[in-house]
């Protein structure tokens, strides 16, 4: 059963960075795609990024160009590296596990998911 931790959150100024990990356990993550997402109180849900198993990368709008996510198989960790941040990134972002990036944005419904870390971006 593969199961999914989030780390590296935190609190940093705007125009700061930090660099989030997505840890697996219990499975190979090379056989999953993994997906960023992330949840402000109060609002939806927001794709953020989906990396799939041969290292393709697919960005929200919102985060291109600012985001980056990659992985390291061998390692069995997804990250994200976030730059030029601003305070509406902060969010719980979380990372979620399936076998296709197909539709990452729209999809409900994730086979595995992780709690979650906690970045709040402010001065």
């Known amino acids: 059963q593969l199961q999914l931790v989030e780390s590296g959150g935190g609190l940093v100024q705007p125009g700061g960075s930090l660099r989030l990990s997505c840890a697996a356990t219990g499975s190979a993550l090379d056989n999953y795609v993994i997906a960023w997402f992330r949840q402000a109180p109060g609002k939806e849900r927001e794709g953020v990024s989906c990396i799939s198993s041969g290292g393709v990368r697919h960005y929200a709008l919102s985060t291109k160009g600012r985001f980056t996510v990659s992985r390291d198989n061998a390692k069995n960790t997804v990250y994200l590296q976030m730059n030029s941040l601003k305070p509406e990134d902060t969010a719980l972002y979380y990372c979620?596990?399936?076998?296709?990036?197909?539709?990452?944005?729209?999809?409900?419904?994730?086979?595995?998911g992780g709690q979650g870390t906690q970045v709040t971006v402010s001065s």
């Open positions: 979620a596990a399936e076998d296709t990036c197909n539709n990452w944005l729209s999809r409900n419904s994730w086979s595995y």
